[in-house]
């Protein structure tokens, strides 16, 4: 019983908020105010008349320099004011107010033959006339803006609420602190229907299920108080209120797939629907409604691509990482499609500041063009595989690009290529690379790849493959040195030709004795084993001072050049 009564509140804030959407509401207390001071205006001008011995009536025959006639004219705006701000309400009441003082202007007349009463009789009539016009002319606006606030409010093809008015809801009940789900809705393979029974069809199955849905939410028979809403093409938007525990959530959405389930038939074909369905809670799972939507939303997609029999879930916050590597995900396979990858030269130099070359980093955007850090997406990519499409588009475009300005300068310059070791491990890498270096002109001198160190352990296969690209004339560097854990005696394995170690040594170079000797060593042992010494990441004059007193051969880093876009790296070759 009380349950009962807890649903009718909860329905009656639900249908409020609506309506407060849809229609401009003025405040009642306001309209009680008007017919207060209307009525106070009449009994003040009553008071003046009596005292004048005369009855006068409101908005009528007193001049106005006299009290009595600034009360009148304060009755009529009352009046006027009455039937604009509160429609029919006002112009009832207005009405009412207006004839009640014909009784009164007659007395006057008839038995006080107060001859001066008649010009108010007139008044009177003509205030009225003009009230019935500015009704029925304000009725014609208000209906056509309802219209048009409706239209904000009201999915077109369903006529169910859309996103606008869900996300209102929301918002009252979070600013009232009222426990509600959201779930987010995505039918499921809808766009085949679509894409093998045309527009008109699919047009069709939304509005039927949204006629499904509609009923049962208002029906209140799932148990719960439903807002079912559709957000834009096959997704759906569910608003749980009056559910005492988890269980019940999952119950009045099971009701939901179970009215979806049913057979749907549209000219003459039946369809068997499902849809996934995530949902996450306030206040438990967050406090705020873009978050809220955000939570139902990856949720929804989790359970969509676990592709089970169960198609519920509720949210857990561990499914925001995952939705943040899929988009990462999305935006990689969408650059790699539109070719939209493209890359920086940063420039590398000797100890002289004399330019040694340059290298290559991918540079990646997003729809929107903002740039996503390939922090972000180079371990992504390697995580599905898309690396090598990634090194080899970089590879291509920096190349050619470098080989046509090399044409223009007499400097012997080096391209760094950036080469991830799953790359280096694909069968056809080797076809892959001359390939790309036969279609860019890049003479193979004046070409180097990079391969992190951390991965290179112990692995024969690699091995081979940097022999081969030793054989093809291309300078080798291992990259992120001290980071792996590979022995002296593998990296004497290695045909390399220099050495880059790694940024977090640099940084920390100077914080100690040991961690200066420690760089020092490195450097000595790369001399030792024939190799050329870079370090990267130098970002400060003392870094530069020590690292030229301890006979490291180049640097790469802020201090004296950041990663640049091809017009600035053309200028600086030119001037190399
Ligand atoms: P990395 O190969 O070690 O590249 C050097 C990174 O250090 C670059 O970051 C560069 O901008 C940054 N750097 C250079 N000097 C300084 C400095 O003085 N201070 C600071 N704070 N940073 C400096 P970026 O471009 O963000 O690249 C990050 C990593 O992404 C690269 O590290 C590399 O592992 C990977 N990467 C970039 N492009 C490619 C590519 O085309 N293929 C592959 N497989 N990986 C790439
Ligand atoms: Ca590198
Ligand atoms: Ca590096």
């Not at 170690?501 to 100077?510: A, P």
């Amino acid at each position: 019983m009380k349950k009962d009564s807890q649903s009718a509140s909860d329905k009656a804030n639900m249908d409020s908020t609506l309506r407060k959407i849809t229609k401009l509401e003025v405040p009642k207390s306001a309209f009680v105010l008007l017919v207060l001071l209307y009525i106070l205006s009449w009994m003040s001008i009553s008071n003046i008349s009596k005292n004048s011995g005369s009855i006068m009536i409101l908005g009528m025959n007193a001049p106005l320099s006299s009290f009595a006639g600034v009360f009148s004219s304060l009755g009529s705006a009352l009046i006027i004011l009455m039937v604009v701000l509160f429609g029919k309400l006002g112009f009832i009441t207005s009405l009412l107010l207006l004839i009640f003082q014909y009784p009164f202007m007659v007395l006057s007349i008839l038995v006080r033959h107060t001859v001066s009463t008649i010009p108010g009789v007139f008044s009177n009539t003509v205030t009225m006339l003009v009230i019935i016009l500015i009704y029925s002319n304000n009725r014609k606006i208000r209906k056509y803006q309802e219209r048009v606030r409706a239209q904000a409010v009201i999915d077109a093809l369903t006529g169910l609420p859309n996103r606008f008015a869900c996300t209102e809801l929301m918002n009252e009940l979070i600013k009232r602190g009222s426990k509600f789900a959201i779930v987010s809705i995505d039918l499921d393979n809808f766009k085949s229907i679509n894409d093998t029974m045309g527009n008109r069809v699919g047009d069709e199955v939304l509005k039927e299920v949204a006629k499904r849905w509609k009923e049962l939410a208002e029906s209140g028979k799932a148990g719960t108080v439903d807002f079912i809403a559709r957000l834009g093409g096959d997704e759906f938007s569910l608003i749980i209120r009056g559910y005492g525990s988890d269980d019940s959530i999952v119950n009045t959405i099971k009701v939901y797939e179970a009215v979806l389930k049913e057979k749907l038939t549209i000219d003459d074909c039946d369809y068997y629907l499902t849809a996934s369905f995530g949902y996450a809670e306030f206040p438990t799972d967050n406090a705020d409604e873009v978050t809220l939507f955000s939570s139902a939303d990856a949720a929804m997609h989790e359970i969509k691509r676990q592709g089970k029999a169960n198609h519920i879930l509720h949210f857990y916050p561990e499914l925001i990482n995952k939705e943040k590597d899929l988009e990462t995900e999305r935006k990689i396979r969408a650059a790699l499609e539109n070719d939209t990858v493209y890359f920086n030269l940063q420039p590398q130099y000797d100890m002289n500041h004399k330019l040694r070359g340059f290298e290559a980093l991918a540079r990646m955007k997003d729809s929107e063009n903002k740039i996503i850090p390939p922090d972000q997406f180079i371990p992504m990519a390697e995580k599905i595989g898309l690396v090598d499409q990634i090194d080899l588009s970089v590879f291509r475009k920096s190349a050619t690009f470098f080989a046509s300005v090399l044409k223009k300068t007499n400097a012997d310059l080096t391209l760094s290529i950036n080469i991830s070791v799953k790359h280096l491990m694909k069968n056809n890498f080797l076809d892959e690379m001359k390939e790309a270096i036969d279609i860019s002109g890049i003479p193979v001198k004046n070409l180097e790849v990079e391969i992190t160190e951390s991965i290179m352990i112990d692995s024969e296969r690699a091995l081979k493959c940097i022999e081969e690209i030793k054989k093809m004339g291309i300078k080798v560097a291992i990259d992120d040195f001290g980071t792996g854990y590979s022995s002296l005696s593998y990296l004497n394995k290695i045909p390399a030709d220099l050495l880059k170690i790694d940024k977090s040594f640099i940084d920390e170079m100077n914080s100690s004795d040991s961690s200066r000797q420690y760089v020092a060593s490195i450097i000595q042992i790369g001399h030792v084993l024939g190799l050329e010494v870079i370090s990267e990441g130098v970002e400060s004059p003392d870094q530069l001072d020590v690292l030229k007193g301890i006979g490291c051969d180049f640097i790469q880093g802020f201090i004296w050049g950041r990663p640049l876009d091809s017009e600035d790296a053309e200028k600086l070759m030119l001037t190399a």
